[in-house]
């Protein structure tokens, strides 16, 4: 049963290491003039009311894009991704937060194509309504996002994008992707992967960044923000990671000057960190 809803946590620490990195991807594959696909495997809403009941309950938005929106001195990539956030909020106040699929969506060119899967009935719902009116640009599909790798890969563009990131709900996440990633390479070795992880307690969580750079893969790029120390509970995210196959080639440039910084803005506690590991073979 599947029980994860994002608005609860849309705009959170987590969803600013995410949409930033996506952001500096997006730019970047975007200046070269060969169209060019995006999947994001697990879409949700597509974009989220900060002001809603679910956005309220936690809050988690408030140390997370709230603690940005103000902010001064920001490194470019920071600012760059605050910009695309502003689009959904023309006042200049937090209360929208676009989600991976729409961050994407202001990126396209009209020669570019987004895919977009959702498993949750009721986020596929709010999921077209978000995209009512794009035309064939954008296609939805409720369904296994990870399945459907094996589909519609390699794209006909041969150039594209791969957003893989699940909830975690279940410890079966954390082998199906390293699966579903190992099966995609087979069929577009080529493509960029960004993969979103959580850090939590489970050790399925500890060990997947390990487990990713076994892949059979020649370029990759592992970012990490923690926001706090562990709990001592075993309970709750105190980080996430980015884990990108075939990055470009600036991006590990722009977040040694960003991480740092962004990572002091988002700190919660004692043991806030961030680490970047590369290879490039």
């Not at 009721?122 to 954008?138: I, P, W």
């Amino acid at each position: 049963m599947l029980s994860y809803r994002h608005a609860y946590h849309a705009g959170n620490h987590a969803d600013v290491l995410k949409h930033l990195v996506l952001v500096q991807i997006l730019q970047y594959m975007t200046e070269k003039p060969a169209p060019m696909w995006v999947v994001d495997t697990h879409a949700g809403a597509g974009r989220y009311s900060l002001e809603s009941v679910q956005a309220e309950k936690l809050g988690e938005f408030k140390d997370g894009i709230g603690r940005l929106w103000n902010a001064t001195g920001q490194p470019k990539a920071v600012a760059e991704y605050l910009d695309a956030v502003r689009e959904q909020n023309p006042d200049g106040k937090l209360a929208h937060y676009p989600g991976s699929p729409w961050l994407a969506y202001q990126s396209l060119r009209k020669e570019d194509r987004l895919r977009l899967f959702e498993l949750h009935s009721n986020e596929v719902k709010l999921l077209a309504r978000t995209f009512n009116g794009t035309g064939r640009q954008v296609n939805i599909v409720e369904g296994d996002g990870l399945a459907a790798l094996n589909v519609i890969l390699p794209p006909p563009t041969r150039r594209g994008l791969v957003l893989i990131d699940p909830s975690y709900e279940t410890r079966n996440d954390y082998a199906a992707v390293i699966k579903a990633l190992k099966e995609a390479l087979k069929r577009f070795a080529t493509g960029t992967y960004a993969l979103w992880y959580p850090q939590v307690a489970k050790i399925e969580s500890r060990q997947l960044p390990e487990r990713l750079k076994h892949l059979p893969v020649k370029s990759w790029l592992h970012a990490s923000l923690r926001v706090a120390a562990p709990a001592t509970d075993g309970f709750g995210m105190h980080g996430s990671g980015m884990f990108i196959i075939n990055p470009p080639w600036t991006l590990a440039e722009t977040l040694r000057q960003t991480l740092p910084w962004l990572t002091g803005q988002l700190a919660q506690g004692e043991g806030a960190e961030w680490k970047l590991e590369v290879q490039d073979k």
